[in-house]
C-alpha cells in the first residue's frame, strides 16, 4: 500500500514485461488470423481479465512468501500464458519456460484466485491447471522421455 487506495502493483507490471508476445507460426505471418470457433471460444475467458490484480493479491505464494516472489509470476499471468498456449496461431512453446521459469509448479490450486476474480474467470479449473497437465505431459511423459532417435536412412 502507498497510501489510502492506491496500492503499489509494479511487481505486476515487471511480471507482464516478462511474459512472451504472441508469436504467429510461419503459415501465417500476419493477421487476420483465421481460427475455428472452438479455439476463439477456449480463450475468450482469459480475455475478460480486468487486471485488477486481485487474484495476484490473494494468491497466499506471492502474499505469504516474499522469497517466491522472484521465481512466481502468480494466477494473471498463468492465464496469459494459457491464453496463448492455447492460440491456434502462436508458434512460440512457453511451457518449459512456465514451468521451469514463471513457477507453475509452485501453485497449489486453492483456487483462491478463482473466488476473488470479478469477471468470474475460472483462472484455476480453466486455465492454471490445464496448463499444469500439458506442462507434465512433456516433462514427465515416458514415451517422449525414452524415445530414441532413429538413425539415418532408417
Given at each position: 500500500?502507498?497510501?489510502?487506495?492506491?496500492?503499489?502493483?509494479?511487481?505486476?507490471?515487471?511480471?507482464?514485461?516478462?511474459?512472451?508476445?504472441?508469436?504467429?507460426?510461419k503459415?501465417?505471418?500476419t493477421a487476420p488470423f483465421r481460427?475455428?470457433?472452438?479455439?476463439?471460444?477456449r480463450s475468450q475467458e482469459f480475455r475478460k481479465c480486468i487486471e485488477c490484480f486481485l487474484c495476484q493479491n490473494t494468491c497466499?505464494?506471492?502474499?505469504?512468501h516474499d522469497d517466491n516472489k522472484q521465481a512466481f509470476s502468480g494466477p494473471r499471468f498463468f492465464i496469459r500464458y494459457a491464453e496463448l498456449d492455447m492460440h491456434p496461431n502462436d508458434a512460440l512453446?512457453?511451457?518449459?519456460e512456465v514451468q521451469e521459469d514463471r513457477g507453475l509448479g509452485l501453485c497449489n490450486i486453492t483456487k483462491c484466485c478463482t473466488e476473488v476474480c470479478p469477471e468470474q474467470i475460472k483462472i484455476t479449473d480453466n486455465g492454471i491447471?490445464?496448463?499444469?497437465?500439458r506442462v507434465a505431459d512433456i516433462k514427465y511423459d515416458p514415451v517422449r522421455f525414452f524415445r530414441r532417435k532413429r538413425p539415418a536412412g532408417a
Open positions: 500500500m502507498i497510501r489510502d487506495l492506491v496500492t503499489n502493483v509494479k511487481f505486476n507490471y515487471d511480471k507482464a514485461k516478462e511474459v512472451p508476445a504472441f508469436t504467429p507460426t503459415e501465417q505471418p481460427m475455428a470457433q472452438v479455439d476463439v471460444e497466499h505464494v506471492i502474499r505469504d512453446d512457453r511451457q518449459r491447471i490445464p496448463m499444469k497437465e
